[in-house]
């Protein structure tokens, strides 16, 4: 953990990042991902999973992580920020960062270990988009790994974090903007899809995400949303105003979803 914080950009103290860092290690535990392997990042971010990613493949591997966003995205630290600090860290000779890099257009001249797709499909514009990207994978990597926020929650006080992702995925949807959210997929779909494309599923995990900071952000920025609302039909108004309700009067203090994980090869 402390090596891998001092590679991080970090504004104030270190709490969020160390946070955000243990559930990055554990993702990454059950991607199985081993020393000396060459392993694509789709949607790096700011680069937490990189990072975790990175220290996995040791010395000898290597990480080549993109992002269609442009490196002046993300705020308190853009991705142009973060990934700078990381490529000047110890570990930065082992990562290649590209961000407005669209995968799809994207040409390779060899094959690689494993491809890691960590919470970064909510960005997906539809399930059509990300079969695309299934489909170019298999030519370029055996393997995937794939992690994201389990919309199928156990817990009562996650049911906050999950209607405010519903109220931002609205959103998007009545303003055709670019926000973060532009699809809830139920891990079924994605593993439908995976099985569609010939993909056979050998890791299937459910990770404790619960004590991460993500689902009181989700809750303040769509909190923020209701009041930038278009109009919208009434039986939509309707449906926000109940995810509202439930979102702000749960009795608990809330906590994030859990992350599901899905592991397969070709």
Known sequence: ????????KIIGDDTIQRTQLTHRIELVKTFQ????MK???IGCGQGDTTVVLADAVGETGQIVAIDIASPEYG????LGEAAETISQSPLGQRIDFHFETDFLQMAFDEKFDVIVLSHCSWYFESIELLKNYLQK???????ICFAE???DYTLEPQRAHFCA???ALLYTAFTENDGNIQNLFHKTQIKELMHSEGFSINVEQIVDASYLQDGLWEIDYSNYLLNE?????????????SYAYLMNEQAKPPLSLNSFVLCADL
């Open 1 to 8: 953990m402390e090596h891998l914080l001092k590679c991080m």
């Open 33 to 36: 991902v081993k020393k000396g």
């Open 39 to 41: 392993v694509l990042e």
């Open 75 to 78: 705020a308190p630290i853009t």
């Open 137 to 143: 994978i298999k030519q370029v990597a055996d393997r």
């Open 149 to 151: 926020w389990d919309i």
């Open 165 to 167: 992702a519903n109220i």
């Open 229 to 241: 609302f278009p109009e919208v039909p009434t039986k939509i108004q309707s449906l926000i105003h």
